[in-house]
Protein backbone atom coordinates (compact mmCIF):
# COMPACT_ATOMS: atom_id res chain seq x y z
CA UNK A 1 0.00 0.00 0.00
CA UNK A 2 1.30 3.42 -0.92
CA UNK A 3 2.81 5.49 2.76
CA UNK A 4 1.07 8.44 2.00
CA UNK A 5 -2.99 9.35 1.51
CA UNK A 6 -2.28 12.96 0.95
CA UNK A 7 -3.63 14.42 -2.41
CA UNK A 8 -1.23 13.34 -5.11
CA UNK A 9 -2.66 14.08 -8.45
CA UNK A 10 -2.31 9.96 -9.44
CA UNK A 11 -5.35 8.46 -11.08
CA UNK A 12 -6.06 4.82 -11.17
CA UNK A 13 -4.00 3.35 -13.96
CA UNK A 14 -0.99 4.76 -12.03
CA UNK A 15 -1.31 2.20 -9.61
CA UNK A 16 -2.31 -0.40 -12.14
CA UNK A 17 0.77 0.14 -13.86
CA UNK A 18 2.73 -0.26 -10.89
CA UNK A 19 1.49 -3.18 -9.68
CA UNK A 20 1.74 -4.48 -13.20
CA UNK A 21 5.40 -3.20 -13.19
CA UNK A 22 5.91 -5.03 -9.60
CA UNK A 23 4.10 -8.32 -10.22
CA UNK A 24 2.09 -9.04 -13.37
CA UNK A 25 1.55 -12.71 -12.16
CA UNK A 26 -0.22 -11.67 -9.07
CA UNK A 27 -3.70 -12.72 -8.88
CA UNK A 28 -6.03 -9.36 -9.63
CA UNK A 29 -9.58 -10.62 -10.26
CA UNK A 30 -11.77 -13.79 -8.92
CA UNK A 31 -15.55 -13.47 -10.36
CA UNK A 32 -18.33 -15.92 -9.21
CA UNK A 33 -21.06 -15.97 -11.70
CA UNK A 34 -24.66 -17.51 -10.67
CA UNK A 35 -25.34 -20.48 -12.01
CA UNK A 36 -21.40 -21.18 -13.79
CA UNK A 37 -19.60 -23.76 -12.46
CA UNK A 38 -16.36 -21.86 -11.42
CA UNK A 39 -15.07 -18.47 -11.50
CA UNK A 40 -13.36 -16.74 -14.06
CA UNK A 41 -9.67 -15.28 -12.11
CA UNK A 42 -7.40 -13.19 -14.08
CA UNK A 43 -3.84 -11.73 -12.95
CA UNK A 44 -3.03 -8.25 -13.35
CA UNK A 45 -0.89 -9.18 -16.48
CA UNK A 46 -3.94 -11.33 -18.13
CA UNK A 47 -6.33 -8.50 -17.50
CA UNK A 48 -4.15 -5.54 -18.64
CA UNK A 49 -3.79 -7.73 -22.25
CA UNK A 50 -8.06 -7.52 -22.20
CA UNK A 51 -8.01 -3.91 -21.32
CA UNK A 52 -5.56 -2.98 -23.35
CA UNK A 53 -7.93 -4.13 -26.31
CA UNK A 54 -10.82 -3.07 -25.03
CA UNK A 55 -9.40 0.69 -24.34
CA UNK A 56 -8.49 0.92 -28.16
CA UNK A 57 -11.76 -1.04 -29.06
CA UNK A 58 -13.57 2.00 -27.53
CA UNK A 59 -11.89 4.26 -29.39
CA UNK A 60 -11.87 2.75 -32.78
CA UNK A 61 -16.20 2.79 -31.81
CA UNK A 62 -15.79 6.52 -31.92
CA UNK A 63 -15.71 7.24 -27.99
CA UNK A 64 -13.83 10.68 -27.37
CA UNK A 65 -12.12 11.91 -24.15
CA UNK A 66 -14.80 13.14 -21.44
CA UNK A 67 -17.43 11.33 -23.25
CA UNK A 68 -19.67 8.54 -21.50
CA UNK A 69 -19.39 5.39 -21.31
CA UNK A 70 -22.14 4.09 -19.33
CA UNK A 71 -22.79 0.11 -18.03
CA UNK A 72 -25.77 -1.75 -16.76
CA UNK A 73 -23.81 -4.50 -14.69
CA UNK A 74 -24.09 -6.98 -12.03
CA UNK A 75 -20.50 -7.59 -10.32
CA UNK A 76 -19.28 -9.74 -13.72
CA UNK A 77 -15.45 -9.22 -14.67
CA UNK A 78 -16.53 -7.28 -17.62
CA UNK A 79 -17.21 -4.53 -15.67
CA UNK A 80 -13.96 -3.92 -13.87
CA UNK A 81 -12.40 -4.25 -17.32
CA UNK A 82 -14.42 -1.86 -19.06
CA UNK A 83 -13.67 1.07 -16.19
CA UNK A 84 -9.93 0.45 -16.83
CA UNK A 85 -10.49 0.72 -20.43
CA UNK A 86 -12.16 4.06 -19.86
CA UNK A 87 -9.70 5.31 -17.88
CA UNK A 88 -6.57 4.45 -20.46
CA UNK A 89 -8.82 6.57 -22.85
CA UNK A 90 -10.22 9.48 -20.53
CA UNK A 91 -13.55 7.91 -21.12
CA UNK A 92 -16.47 9.01 -18.13
CA UNK A 93 -17.26 5.76 -16.83
CA UNK A 94 -21.42 5.88 -15.72
CA UNK A 95 -22.35 2.48 -14.06
CA UNK A 96 -26.27 2.25 -13.90
CA UNK A 97 -28.03 -0.77 -11.10
CA UNK A 98 -29.06 -3.82 -13.09
CA UNK A 99 -32.69 -2.88 -11.19
CA UNK A 100 -32.78 0.33 -13.33
CA UNK A 101 -36.11 -0.10 -16.05
CA UNK A 102 -37.34 2.01 -18.95
CA UNK A 103 -38.40 4.93 -16.60
CA UNK A 104 -34.97 5.53 -15.51
CA UNK A 105 -32.40 4.41 -17.91
CA UNK A 106 -34.59 7.01 -20.59
CA UNK A 107 -33.57 9.51 -18.60
CA UNK A 108 -30.25 8.67 -17.65
CA UNK A 109 -28.95 7.80 -20.81
CA UNK A 110 -29.99 10.92 -22.08
CA UNK A 111 -29.30 13.32 -19.71
CA UNK A 112 -25.65 11.81 -19.54
CA UNK A 113 -25.47 11.59 -23.60
CA UNK A 114 -24.17 8.90 -23.36
CA UNK A 115 -22.62 7.59 -26.56
CA UNK A 116 -21.93 3.61 -25.45
CA UNK A 117 -23.51 1.08 -23.25
CA UNK A 118 -23.12 -2.30 -22.27
CA UNK A 119 -25.69 -4.19 -21.08
CA UNK A 120 -25.81 -8.18 -20.56
CA UNK A 121 -28.12 -10.27 -22.79
CA UNK A 122 -30.06 -11.64 -19.63
CA UNK A 123 -29.55 -11.23 -16.35
CA UNK A 124 -31.68 -13.29 -12.98
CA UNK A 125 -34.47 -13.41 -16.13
CA UNK A 126 -34.46 -10.12 -17.82
CA UNK A 127 -33.60 -8.78 -21.22
CA UNK A 128 -31.62 -6.10 -20.61
CA UNK A 129 -30.93 -6.08 -24.64
CA UNK A 130 -34.83 -6.11 -25.52
CA UNK A 131 -35.70 -2.96 -22.90
CA UNK A 132 -32.30 -1.07 -24.25
CA UNK A 133 -33.25 -1.71 -27.88
CA UNK A 134 -37.07 -0.42 -26.89
CA UNK A 135 -35.27 2.85 -26.29
CA UNK A 136 -33.26 3.39 -28.66
CA UNK A 137 -35.69 5.98 -30.74
CA UNK A 138 -35.71 7.92 -27.63
CA UNK A 139 -32.00 8.03 -27.00
CA UNK A 140 -29.98 9.48 -30.77
CA UNK A 141 -27.31 10.23 -29.36
CA UNK A 142 -26.56 6.45 -27.78
CA UNK A 143 -24.91 4.93 -31.26
CA UNK A 144 -23.43 1.75 -29.85
CA UNK A 145 -25.22 -0.83 -27.48
CA UNK A 146 -22.90 -4.16 -27.02
CA UNK A 147 -24.52 -7.17 -25.73
CA UNK A 148 -22.68 -9.23 -23.15
CA UNK A 149 -24.09 -13.05 -24.41
CA UNK A 150 -25.15 -11.64 -27.73
CA UNK A 151 -25.32 -11.77 -30.88
CA UNK A 152 -24.10 -10.31 -34.61
CA UNK A 153 -22.70 -6.39 -34.29
CA UNK A 154 -24.00 -5.88 -31.43
CA UNK A 155 -21.85 -8.11 -29.56
CA UNK A 156 -19.66 -7.34 -26.59
CA UNK A 157 -17.30 -9.94 -27.25
CA UNK A 158 -17.47 -9.94 -31.27
CA UNK A 159 -16.85 -6.42 -31.33
CA UNK A 160 -13.96 -5.69 -28.46
CA UNK A 161 -12.42 -9.25 -27.27
CA UNK A 162 -12.28 -10.73 -30.59
CA UNK A 163 -10.82 -8.62 -32.43
CA UNK A 164 -7.28 -7.43 -31.88
CA UNK A 165 -7.77 -3.75 -31.75
CA UNK A 166 -4.33 -3.14 -30.25
CA UNK A 167 -2.70 -3.84 -33.42
CA UNK A 168 -4.76 -1.15 -35.35
CA UNK A 169 -2.85 1.51 -33.09
CA UNK A 170 -0.10 2.77 -31.30
CA UNK A 171 -1.79 1.82 -27.52
CA UNK A 172 1.25 3.73 -26.00
CA UNK A 173 0.92 6.59 -27.86
CA UNK A 174 -3.11 6.54 -27.61
CA UNK A 175 -2.80 6.33 -23.85
CA UNK A 176 -1.32 9.01 -23.18
CA UNK A 177 -2.73 11.74 -25.50
CA UNK A 178 -5.99 10.46 -23.67
CA UNK A 179 -4.78 10.54 -20.47
CA UNK A 180 -6.55 12.84 -18.35
CA UNK A 181 -6.18 14.68 -15.19
CA UNK A 182 -6.11 13.68 -11.88
CA UNK A 183 -9.51 16.93 -11.75
CA UNK A 184 -11.15 15.75 -14.98
CA UNK A 185 -14.41 13.83 -14.25
CA UNK A 186 -14.05 10.28 -14.32
CA UNK A 187 -17.01 8.99 -13.05
CA UNK A 188 -20.85 9.74 -13.36
CA UNK A 189 -22.95 8.45 -10.90
CA UNK A 190 -26.99 8.94 -10.77
CA UNK A 191 -28.39 8.87 -7.33
CA UNK A 192 -31.43 7.27 -6.95
CA UNK A 193 -33.68 11.00 -7.23
CA UNK A 194 -35.05 11.50 -4.03
CA UNK A 195 -36.17 15.46 -5.50
CA UNK A 196 -38.33 13.77 -8.33
CA UNK A 197 -35.49 12.78 -10.67
CA UNK A 198 -32.00 11.29 -10.12
CA UNK A 199 -28.96 13.71 -10.46
CA UNK A 200 -25.58 12.66 -11.73
CA UNK A 201 -23.24 13.12 -9.05
CA UNK A 202 -19.44 13.66 -10.92
CA UNK A 203 -16.25 12.38 -9.50
CA UNK A 204 -12.77 12.87 -10.30
CA UNK A 205 -9.85 10.98 -9.80
CA UNK A 206 -8.76 12.90 -6.83
CA UNK A 207 -11.90 12.93 -5.41
CA UNK A 208 -12.09 9.01 -5.28
CA UNK A 209 -8.53 8.35 -4.45
CA UNK A 210 -8.76 10.88 -1.72
CA UNK A 211 -11.38 8.77 -0.31
CA UNK A 212 -9.69 5.72 -0.78
CA UNK A 213 -6.15 6.04 0.50
CA UNK A 214 -7.76 7.10 4.04
CA UNK A 215 -9.94 4.39 3.72
CA UNK A 216 -7.95 1.78 3.87
CA UNK A 217 -5.37 3.40 5.91
CA UNK A 218 -7.59 3.51 8.48
CA UNK A 219 -8.44 -0.23 8.45
CA UNK A 220 -5.18 -1.27 8.21
CA UNK A 221 -5.56 -2.84 4.45
CA UNK A 222 -2.71 -3.89 2.06
CA UNK A 223 -1.06 -5.97 -0.77
CA UNK A 224 -2.09 -9.04 1.18
CA UNK A 225 -5.92 -8.50 2.18
CA UNK A 226 -8.44 -10.06 -0.29
CA UNK A 227 -11.25 -7.93 -1.35
CA UNK A 228 -14.53 -9.48 -0.96
CA UNK A 229 -17.89 -7.37 -2.81
CA UNK A 230 -21.10 -8.72 -3.09
CA UNK A 231 -22.79 -4.92 -2.96
CA UNK A 232 -23.53 -4.14 -6.46
CA UNK A 233 -20.18 -2.20 -7.99
CA UNK A 234 -23.06 0.42 -9.39
CA UNK A 235 -23.20 1.52 -6.26
CA UNK A 236 -20.15 3.71 -5.17
CA UNK A 237 -19.83 1.15 -1.68
CA UNK A 238 -18.69 -1.43 -4.33
CA UNK A 239 -17.82 0.59 -7.16
CA UNK A 240 -15.09 2.49 -4.46
CA UNK A 241 -14.30 -0.74 -2.14
CA UNK A 242 -14.71 -3.60 -4.74
CA UNK A 243 -13.03 -2.50 -7.59
CA UNK A 244 -10.98 0.99 -7.29
CA UNK A 245 -9.33 0.00 -3.60
CA UNK A 246 -8.02 -3.27 -4.67
CA UNK A 247 -6.46 -1.76 -7.69
CA UNK A 248 -5.03 0.85 -5.06
CA UNK A 249 -3.65 -1.50 -2.95
CA UNK A 250 -2.53 -4.14 -5.65
CA UNK A 251 -4.80 -6.69 -3.93
CA UNK A 252 -6.80 -9.51 -5.15
CA UNK A 253 -10.76 -8.71 -5.91
CA UNK A 254 -13.36 -11.46 -5.17
CA UNK A 255 -16.85 -10.22 -6.99
CA UNK A 256 -19.93 -12.07 -5.95
CA UNK A 257 -22.90 -10.84 -8.97
CA UNK A 258 -25.68 -12.16 -7.28
CA UNK A 259 -25.95 -12.02 -3.23
CA UNK A 260 -26.87 -15.61 -1.49
CA UNK A 261 -25.29 -15.92 1.60
CA UNK A 262 -24.81 -19.73 1.55
CA UNK A 263 -22.91 -18.62 -2.05
CA UNK A 264 -21.00 -16.28 -0.41
CA UNK A 265 -20.02 -19.19 2.20
CA UNK A 266 -18.69 -21.43 -0.46
CA UNK A 267 -16.69 -18.25 -1.87
CA UNK A 268 -15.32 -17.67 1.05
CA UNK A 269 -13.93 -21.03 2.05
CA UNK A 270 -12.45 -20.93 -1.48
CA UNK A 271 -11.20 -17.49 -1.34
CA UNK A 272 -10.44 -16.81 2.48
CA UNK A 273 -11.46 -12.91 1.79
CA UNK A 274 -10.17 -10.71 4.93
CA UNK A 275 -12.46 -7.81 4.20
CA UNK A 276 -15.79 -6.80 2.64
CA UNK A 277 -18.36 -3.91 2.96
CA UNK A 278 -22.31 -4.17 2.42
CA UNK A 279 -25.34 -2.85 4.22
CA UNK A 280 -27.02 -3.84 6.89
CA UNK A 281 -29.09 -6.85 5.09
CA UNK A 282 -25.99 -8.40 3.88
CA UNK A 283 -24.67 -8.89 7.47
CA UNK A 284 -27.82 -10.07 8.66
CA UNK A 285 -28.09 -12.62 6.00
CA UNK A 286 -24.66 -14.04 6.62
CA UNK A 287 -24.61 -14.02 10.40
CA UNK A 288 -28.15 -16.42 10.37
CA UNK A 289 -26.17 -18.53 7.85
CA UNK A 290 -22.69 -18.56 9.69
CA UNK A 291 -24.13 -19.95 13.12
CA UNK A 292 -22.55 -23.73 12.29
CA UNK A 293 -20.22 -22.79 9.77
CA UNK A 294 -17.74 -20.40 11.57
CA UNK A 295 -14.81 -21.82 9.84
CA UNK A 296 -15.54 -20.93 6.43
CA UNK A 297 -15.33 -17.23 7.63
CA UNK A 298 -12.03 -17.59 9.90
CA UNK A 299 -9.80 -15.21 7.52
CA UNK A 300 -12.40 -12.42 7.52
CA UNK A 301 -10.93 -9.32 9.54
CA UNK A 302 -13.52 -6.49 8.90
CA UNK A 303 -17.26 -6.55 7.62
CA UNK A 304 -17.92 -2.80 7.15
CA UNK A 305 -21.34 -2.04 7.08
CA UNK A 306 -23.12 0.98 6.18
CA UNK A 307 -26.15 2.60 4.19
CA UNK A 308 -28.36 1.56 8.19
CA UNK A 309 -27.66 2.02 11.93
CA UNK A 310 -26.49 -2.26 13.38
CA UNK A 311 -29.06 -3.37 15.50
CA UNK A 312 -27.20 -3.95 18.41
CA UNK A 313 -29.01 -7.79 18.80
CA UNK A 314 -27.00 -8.33 15.16
CA UNK A 315 -23.63 -6.93 16.10
CA UNK A 316 -24.19 -9.61 19.24
CA UNK A 317 -24.86 -12.23 16.75
CA UNK A 318 -22.25 -11.42 14.81
CA UNK A 319 -20.15 -11.73 17.66
CA UNK A 320 -20.96 -15.26 18.10
CA UNK A 321 -20.66 -16.11 14.35
CA UNK A 322 -18.10 -13.74 12.62
CA UNK A 323 -14.49 -13.90 13.92
CA UNK A 324 -14.57 -9.98 12.05
CA UNK A 325 -14.59 -6.82 13.64
CA UNK A 326 -17.69 -4.81 12.64
CA UNK A 327 -17.30 -1.78 11.36
CA UNK A 328 -19.66 0.98 11.15
CA UNK A 329 -19.70 3.70 8.22
CA UNK A 330 -22.12 6.21 6.86
CA UNK A 331 -21.30 8.34 3.50
CA UNK A 332 -23.33 8.89 0.25
CA UNK A 333 -22.59 9.02 -3.38
CA UNK A 334 -21.39 12.32 -3.15
CA UNK A 335 -18.51 11.12 -0.87
CA UNK A 336 -17.95 8.15 -0.25
CA UNK A 337 -17.46 6.74 3.43
CA UNK A 338 -16.86 10.05 5.34
CA UNK A 339 -17.42 8.78 8.81
CA UNK A 340 -16.28 5.29 10.15
CA UNK A 341 -15.36 3.81 13.52
CA UNK A 342 -11.68 2.51 13.92
CA UNK A 343 -11.17 -1.33 14.57
CA UNK A 344 -9.67 -0.72 17.78
CA UNK A 345 -13.14 1.03 19.25
CA UNK A 346 -15.09 -0.84 21.00
CA UNK A 347 -18.13 -2.80 19.40
CA UNK A 348 -20.82 -0.15 20.74
CA UNK A 349 -19.18 2.28 18.89
CA UNK A 350 -20.39 0.49 15.91
CA UNK A 351 -23.65 0.16 17.30
CA UNK A 352 -24.74 3.59 18.45
CA UNK A 353 -22.39 5.47 16.25
CA UNK A 354 -21.68 6.02 12.30
CA UNK A 355 -18.41 6.94 12.83
CA UNK A 356 -15.17 9.28 13.13
CA UNK A 357 -14.24 11.63 10.07
CA UNK A 358 -11.79 9.93 7.82
CA UNK A 359 -8.36 11.54 7.01
CA UNK A 360 -8.57 14.40 4.57
CA UNK A 361 -12.83 14.47 5.47
CA UNK A 362 -14.57 16.83 8.22
CA UNK A 363 -18.16 16.88 9.08
CA UNK A 364 -20.21 19.42 11.37
CA UNK A 365 -23.85 19.59 12.64
CA UNK A 366 -25.47 22.80 12.73
CA UNK A 367 -28.70 24.66 13.64
CA UNK A 368 -31.36 26.15 10.97
CA UNK A 369 -28.62 29.16 10.96
CA UNK A 370 -25.42 26.97 10.22
CA UNK A 371 -24.05 27.61 13.74
CA UNK A 372 -22.47 24.13 15.12
CA UNK A 373 -24.63 23.49 17.71
CA UNK A 374 -23.32 21.59 21.23
CA UNK A 375 -22.13 17.93 21.65
CA UNK A 376 -25.17 15.47 21.81
CA UNK A 377 -27.21 18.19 20.02
CA UNK A 378 -29.40 17.21 17.18
CA UNK A 379 -29.09 19.60 13.48
CA UNK A 380 -28.19 19.31 10.44
CA UNK A 381 -25.39 17.24 8.59
CA UNK A 382 -22.32 19.10 6.71
CA UNK A 383 -19.43 17.36 5.09
CA UNK A 384 -16.33 18.88 3.28
CA UNK A 385 -13.22 17.85 2.34
CA UNK A 386 -11.01 15.91 -0.39
CA UNK A 387 -13.84 12.82 -1.51
CA UNK A 388 -16.83 15.50 -1.79
CA UNK A 389 -18.33 15.42 -5.38
CA UNK A 390 -17.41 18.54 -7.52
CA UNK A 391 -21.10 18.77 -9.01
CA UNK A 392 -24.25 17.38 -10.21
CA UNK A 393 -24.58 17.01 -13.91
CA UNK A 394 -26.15 20.06 -15.82
CA UNK A 395 -27.59 21.05 -12.31
CA UNK A 396 -25.00 23.42 -11.00
CA UNK A 397 -28.48 24.84 -9.03
CA UNK A 398 -28.25 21.83 -6.56
CA UNK A 399 -24.67 21.98 -5.77
CA UNK A 400 -24.99 22.98 -2.08
CA UNK A 401 -21.77 23.59 -1.00
CA UNK A 402 -21.03 27.32 0.86
CA UNK A 403 -18.28 29.74 0.74
CA UNK A 404 -16.30 27.46 3.35
CA UNK A 405 -16.83 23.94 1.66
CA UNK A 406 -19.67 22.78 3.65
CA UNK A 407 -21.99 20.47 2.02
CA UNK A 408 -24.99 20.30 3.35
CA UNK A 409 -26.07 16.54 3.33
CA UNK A 410 -30.20 16.65 3.72
CA UNK A 411 -29.33 14.30 6.92
CA UNK A 412 -30.35 14.97 10.58
CA UNK A 413 -27.15 13.82 13.30
CA UNK A 414 -25.70 14.22 16.26
CA UNK A 415 -22.28 14.79 17.43
CA UNK A 416 -20.49 13.16 20.48
CA UNK A 417 -17.75 14.71 22.23
CA UNK A 418 -15.04 12.70 20.67
CA UNK A 419 -16.68 13.62 17.32
CA UNK A 420 -18.52 10.36 16.59
CA UNK A 421 -21.78 11.03 14.65
CA UNK A 422 -25.18 9.29 14.89
CA UNK A 423 -27.48 9.85 12.12
CA UNK A 424 -30.79 10.92 13.63
CA UNK A 425 -33.29 11.24 10.64
CA UNK A 426 -33.39 12.84 7.15
CA UNK A 427 -34.82 16.39 6.03
CA UNK A 428 -34.36 14.83 2.47
CA UNK A 429 -37.60 12.75 1.54
CA UNK A 430 -36.34 9.58 1.19
CA UNK A 431 -36.84 5.49 2.31
CA UNK A 432 -33.28 3.66 2.45
CA UNK A 433 -34.73 0.00 1.76
CA UNK A 434 -31.38 -2.24 1.87
CA UNK A 435 -29.12 0.59 1.59
CA UNK A 436 -30.67 1.43 -1.55
CA UNK A 437 -32.65 4.75 -2.06
CA UNK A 438 -35.89 4.74 -2.69
CA UNK A 439 -37.50 7.69 -5.29
CA UNK A 440 -40.14 8.65 -2.67
CA UNK A 441 -41.07 11.55 -5.14
CA UNK A 442 -40.88 9.29 -8.02
CA UNK A 443 -43.18 6.79 -6.54
CA UNK A 444 -45.72 8.75 -5.22
CA UNK A 445 -46.03 10.89 -8.59
CA UNK A 446 -47.06 7.82 -10.56
CA UNK A 447 -49.41 6.04 -7.22
CA UNK A 448 -51.30 9.76 -8.02
CA UNK A 449 -52.40 8.71 -11.30
CA UNK A 450 -54.01 5.60 -10.39
CA UNK A 451 -57.47 6.45 -10.59
CA UNK A 452 -58.47 5.51 -6.77
CA UNK A 453 -55.74 7.44 -5.39
CA UNK A 454 -56.93 10.91 -4.39
CA UNK A 455 -53.69 11.67 -1.95
CA UNK A 456 -50.54 9.55 -0.99
CA UNK A 457 -47.53 9.81 1.30
CA UNK A 458 -44.73 7.38 1.33
CA UNK A 459 -42.44 6.62 4.49
CA UNK A 460 -40.34 3.76 5.80
CA UNK A 461 -41.44 1.65 8.10
CA UNK A 462 -38.35 -0.50 10.47
CA UNK A 463 -37.30 -3.81 9.40
CA UNK A 464 -34.89 -5.18 11.24
CA UNK A 465 -33.02 -6.80 7.88
CA UNK A 466 -33.56 -3.57 5.37
CA UNK A 467 -33.55 -1.16 7.81
CA UNK A 468 -36.92 -0.05 5.85
CA UNK A 469 -39.36 -1.52 3.76
CA UNK A 470 -41.99 1.38 1.73
CA UNK A 471 -45.28 1.98 3.36
CA UNK A 472 -47.43 3.73 1.06
CA UNK A 473 -50.31 5.79 3.18
CA UNK A 474 -53.39 6.97 0.99
CA UNK A 475 -56.58 8.37 0.54
CA UNK A 476 -59.31 7.55 -1.91
CA UNK A 477 -61.27 9.39 -4.64
CA UNK A 478 -65.39 9.48 -4.28
CA UNK A 479 -66.27 6.17 -5.65
CA UNK A 480 -63.61 4.13 -4.74
CA UNK A 481 -64.37 2.35 -1.01
CA UNK A 482 -60.31 0.34 -0.65
CA UNK A 483 -57.56 0.07 -2.84
CA UNK A 484 -55.88 -3.39 -1.85
CA UNK A 485 -51.88 -3.52 -1.84
CA UNK A 486 -51.84 -5.92 -4.93
CA UNK A 487 -53.82 -3.99 -6.94
CA UNK A 488 -51.31 -0.53 -5.94
CA UNK A 489 -48.20 -2.63 -6.93
CA UNK A 490 -49.49 -3.95 -10.18
CA UNK A 491 -50.16 -0.27 -11.25
CA UNK A 492 -46.68 0.65 -10.83
CA UNK A 493 -45.25 -2.50 -12.43
CA UNK A 494 -47.33 -1.42 -15.48
CA UNK A 495 -45.38 1.79 -15.42
CA UNK A 496 -42.13 0.09 -15.29
CA UNK A 497 -41.05 0.86 -12.13
CA UNK A 498 -38.61 -1.31 -10.38
CA UNK A 499 -39.34 -3.90 -8.10
CA UNK A 500 -36.56 -2.57 -5.33
CA UNK A 501 -39.30 0.79 -4.97
CA UNK A 502 -42.35 -0.65 -4.79
CA UNK A 503 -44.39 -0.41 -1.27
CA UNK A 504 -44.74 -3.59 0.93
CA UNK A 505 -47.80 -2.03 3.01
CA UNK A 506 -50.36 -0.07 2.22
CA UNK A 507 -53.05 1.56 4.24
CA UNK A 508 -56.39 3.75 3.08
CA UNK A 509 -57.21 6.59 5.67
CA UNK A 510 -60.06 9.25 5.69
CA UNK A 511 -56.69 11.76 5.50
CA UNK A 512 -53.95 12.09 5.31
CA UNK A 513 -52.33 14.38 8.66
CA UNK A 514 -51.58 17.73 7.24
CA UNK A 515 -50.68 21.24 8.25
CA UNK A 516 -53.05 24.33 8.32
CA UNK A 517 -51.13 25.11 4.88
CA UNK A 518 -52.02 21.95 3.52
CA UNK A 519 -48.56 20.44 3.95
CA UNK A 520 -48.65 16.70 4.73
CA UNK A 521 -47.19 15.87 7.92
CA UNK A 522 -45.19 13.00 7.32
CA UNK A 523 -43.23 12.93 11.01
CA UNK A 524 -47.09 11.75 12.08
CA UNK A 525 -47.24 9.04 9.76
CA UNK A 526 -43.18 7.84 10.49
CA UNK A 527 -44.97 7.66 14.37
CA UNK A 528 -47.69 5.69 13.30
CA UNK A 529 -45.43 3.54 11.21
CA UNK A 530 -43.28 2.52 14.06
CA UNK A 531 -45.44 0.03 15.05
CA UNK A 532 -45.90 -1.95 11.32
CA UNK A 533 -44.16 -4.99 11.12
CA UNK A 534 -44.36 -6.76 7.40
CA UNK A 535 -46.16 -10.22 7.50
CA UNK A 536 -43.20 -11.76 6.77
CA UNK A 537 -45.37 -14.13 3.62
CA UNK A 538 -45.47 -10.63 1.77
CA UNK A 539 -41.75 -9.62 1.96
CA UNK A 540 -39.51 -9.32 -1.12
Known amino acids: MPNSIACNDMIITDYWNSQLSSDP????????????????????????????????????LGVEKDGVVSCQLPNWWQMTALFLACARIGAVFNPLMPIFRERELRFMLGHARTHLLVVPQHFKGFDY????????????????????????????????????????????A????????????????????????????????????????????RLAL?????????????????????????????????????????????????????FTMASTPFLADLVEVAVDHREALASLRIFVSAGAPIPESLVERAGVSLPAKIV???????????????????????????GLALPLMAVQVVDDDGLPVAAGTEGH???????????????????????????????????DDRGYIRITGRTKDVVIRGGENVPV????????????????????????????????YVTLNEGFADLLLEDAVAFLLEHNLSRNYLPEYLEVLPALPRTPSGKIQKFKLHERAESIRIDPARRR
Request: net charge negative; glycine share 10%; aromatic share 8%.
Open 328 to 354: SAWGMTETGAATMTRVQDDPERAIHTD
Open 174 to 217: LFGQRRPHADDVMQLLFTSGTTGEPKGVLHTSNTLLNNVRPYAE
Open 381 to 415: LQVRGASLFIGYLKRPDLYEVDAQGWFATGDLARM
Open 25 to 60: SARALVAYRAGEDGPVSFTYGELDVVVTRMAAGLAA
Open 441 to 472: VEVENLLYKHPAISAVALVGCPDERLGERVCA
Open 129 to 172: AGMVEGLRADLPELRHVLVIGGNGDNSFEQQLLSREWEKTCDTQ
Open 222 to 274: GRDDIVYMASPMAHQTGFLYGMVMPIYLGAVAVLQDVWDARTALKVATTERPT
